[in-house]
């Protein structure tokens, strides 16, 4: 009884072993032969980066929705820097100086700005508009240099005590040379600063008179006004032997220019005496200063085309239109203007 019953009991263990291995299997072929429609697995990195590029195309044509206009700025040419005369400045290597462009102005959103008529607005020495960001531009602030001003009020001018000029007027904004000729001795350069090639003559300017020294000549100028500080102070002197003026009678000119011909501006008439006193007889016209021309109407300037020296007589040069250049675009790619070869202070290639 005890056999047969454990016999059965194997028995039914190992049909259940059978029925449980065939439905593993069945499930595992099943699975195998079902079809796959599952899409392939994105990256998350590519999404993202299609997602970013969507938006930056959907900004990019919200900001420029709306404009079709100019994105180039307009560039005025540089002007002709005029002295008191109408006559074009020269620097001191004796070459024609330009004021620097004009751009246009840009709007808030960084357009070019025009106006109701639609013309350029440009930019002024205090409204400068905003950049191409649509930030506001503010003017910079620059030093302004140390000026050294120098007036001769009534002046004369001497050599060897013999009166060459009289009743000279010149209101120097700045002093950088004095030229001073004499026939038969040559012109000389004078300065309150050290340059190339000139000797320094000390205590040669004394309060109201600048007194100079050449070989066993002496060159003096006086004025009725100081002419620089209190005390003595040095000036330095370069003679030019090889330069002379088409004039029979001394000469005085001031400037910044180092090589000849130098600059020979006119001056200034001088003011009517106050006080109850016998006007003195007119002076000699050898003795008369060249007096300055009056100034050029506004867009006006005076050509200059050959340049009139003490002692040539010549016609006085007329006023006529500046002239004007068309405006031109920028040579740089965000559209501001750049630097032109004829800015202020720079030489005319």
């Known amino acids: 009884m005890g056999v047969r019953m454990r016999f059965c009991l194997?028995?039914?263990?190992?049909?259940?072993g059978f029925v449980v291995q065939s439905c593993v299997a069945q499930n595992a072929g099943g699975?195998?032969?079902?079809?796959?429609?599952?899409?392939?697995?994105?990256s998350v990195a590519a999404a993202d980066s299609t997602t970013s590029v969507k938006t930056s195309e959907k900004k990019g044509k919200s900001k420029n929705m709306g404009y079709?206009?100019?994105?180039?700025?307009?560039?005025?040419?540089?002007?002709?820097m005029l002295d008191e005369e109408g006559k074009q400045r020269l620097d001191p290597d004796g070459q024609p100086m330009y004021n620097p462009p004009v751009k246009q102005q840009r709007d808030k959103k960084g357009h070019p700005l025009f106006d109701d008529q639609g013309k350029p607005v440009f930019q002024t020495a205090t409204n400068l508009g905003y950049d191409e960001h649509g930030k506001k531009l503010h003017p910079t602030k620059v030093k302004e240099p140390k000026m050294t001003p120098v007036s001769i009020s009534r002046g004369t001018f001497t050599v060897d005590g013999m009166i060459g000029k009289a009743e000279l007027n010149y209101e120097i904004a700045n002093f950088k040379y004095m030229y001073m000729y004499a026939p038969g001795i040559g012109t000389m350069v004078v300065s309150n600063m050290p340059f190339p090639g000139a000797k320094e003559q000390k205590g040669a300017f004394n309060d109201t008179t600048l007194t100079v020294a050449v070989g066993e000549h002496k060159l003096q100028l006086a004025s009725d006004k100081r002419l620089l500080g209190k005390k003595p102070e040095s000036a330095y002197v370069l003679v030019d032997r090889e330069f002379s003026l088409p004039s029979k009678y001394p000469v005085v000119g001031y400037g910044v220019i180092m090589k000849a011909p130098y600059s020979?501006?006119?001056?200034?008439?001088?003011?009517?005496?106050?006080?109850?006193?016998?006007?003195?007889?007119?002076i000699p016209t050898n003795l008369q200063p060249v007096l300055l021309e009056s100034p050029c109407p506004s867009g006006q300037m005076?050509?200059?085309i050959v340049k009139k020296l003490p002692g040539q007589t010549a016609q006085p040069e007329p006023c006529v239109a500046m002239p004007k250049g068309m405006a031109v675009p920028p040579k740089s790619s965000n559209g501001d203007a750049s630097t032109p070869a004829n800015?202020?202070?720079?030489k005319d290639r």
């Open 10 to 16: 194997l028995l039914a263990i190992g049909s259940l």
């Open 31 to 42: 699975a195998s032969a079902a079809p796959t429609s599952s899409a392939p697995p994105v």
């Open 68 to 80: 079709a206009g100019q994105t180039t700025l307009v560039v005025m040419p540089a002007t002709p």
């Open 264 to 282: 020979w501006p006119g001056g200034r008439p001088n003011s009517e005496l106050a006080g109850a006193f016998v006007a003195p007889p007119p």
């Open 302 to 304: 005076r050509m200059q």
């Open 343 to 346: 800015g202020a202070g720079i």
